[in-house]
Nanobody, 125 residues
Framework: QVQLVESGGGLVQAGGSLRLSCTTS????????MGWFRQAPGKEREVVAA????????YYPDSVKGRFTISRDTAKNTVYLQMNSLKPEDTAVYYC??????????????????WGQGTQVTVSS
């Protein structure tokens, strides 16, 4: 019922910036939360940013706080992840996800219902 497509990944040098986009389609009118997650080889998937669709609540882990910003354009049904001051350790596949269950722990990937296909972000030293 919901489709998510990420874009904007690529190869950048350390200290550079990227903006990821996630466009949504389908029955999104009751969507509760959108999140960005990343997964590097050999590591578990981790949240890097999340926002309730109302904008009431956001979350960033310490690893990206101050460098990454999540936002959404409700008119376009799109969420963005602005990534600044990128570091090599930010290299991963980045996924957007949508959750329809209310009052979930938005940090937990297991609580999300739909996922995009992912986009590769590579940060060179």
């Amino acid at each position: 019922q919901v489709q998510l497509v990420e874009s904007g990944g690529g190869l950048v040098q350390a200290g550079g910036s990227l903006r990821l986009s996630c466009t949504t389609s389908g029955r999104t009118f009751s969507m509760y939360v959108m999140g960005w997650f990343r997964q590097a080889p050999g590591k578990e998937r981790e949240v890097v940013a999340a926002i309730t669709w109302t904008g009431r609540s956001t979350y960033y882990p310490d690893s990206v706080k101050g460098r990454f910003t999540i936002s959404r354009d409700t008119a376009k049904n799109t969420v963005y992840l602005q990534m600044n001051s990128l570091k090599p350790e930010d290299t991963a596949v980045y996924y957007c996800a949508a959750g329809f269950r209310v009052q979930i722990d938005i940090r937990n990937p297991l609580k999300y219902d739909y996922w995009g296909q992912g986009t590769q972000v590579t940060v060179s030293s």
